[in-house]
């Protein structure tokens, strides 16, 4: 038997079965991660936007956490906080772009992760 067939004959094959499966996978882990932060900005937005004490780090990185979870009730034209006016300054922002970050970490990786192919030893 030729090597280029060996090699194609190993070489792992993909079926569209498994490929829906992915995605379907994916689409749950990515609704149920949107609706996490969605619930979780409508509880923390009450709590967390006071115009009483300044917002510092740990604030801003939560703010920036649950910023992308108001884009939903933006774009339904609800009047949400993403920013806390009264903070800290650079502390506040460092914060926030961490959270922001830090959560298009996770739903990025959540939406680009694929399965590893289990390897054959020989």
Request: glycine share 10%; with cysteine.
């Amino acid at each position: 038997m030729p090597m280029a067939d060996v090699i194609a004959s190993e070489a792992p094959k993909r079926t569209t079965h498994s490929k829906i499966k992915e995605w379907a996978l994916k689409f749950i882990l990515l609704t149920a991660f949107t609706m996490a932060l969605g619930l979780a900005q409508g509880w923390a937005a009450s709590r967390t936007y006071q115009s009483d004490y300044p917002a510092g780090f740990h604030t801003g990185v939560l703010h920036g956490i649950l910023m992308p979870a108001a884009l939903p009730g933006l774009l339904l034209g609800q009047n949400l906080k993403i920013y806390a006016p009264n903070n800290s300054g650079r502390p506040y922002n460092i914060g926030y772009i961490l959270g922001i970050n830090g959560c298009g970490t996770v739903f990025f990786g959540i939406a680009f992760w694929q399965r590893q192919a289990k390897q054959k030893r020989t």
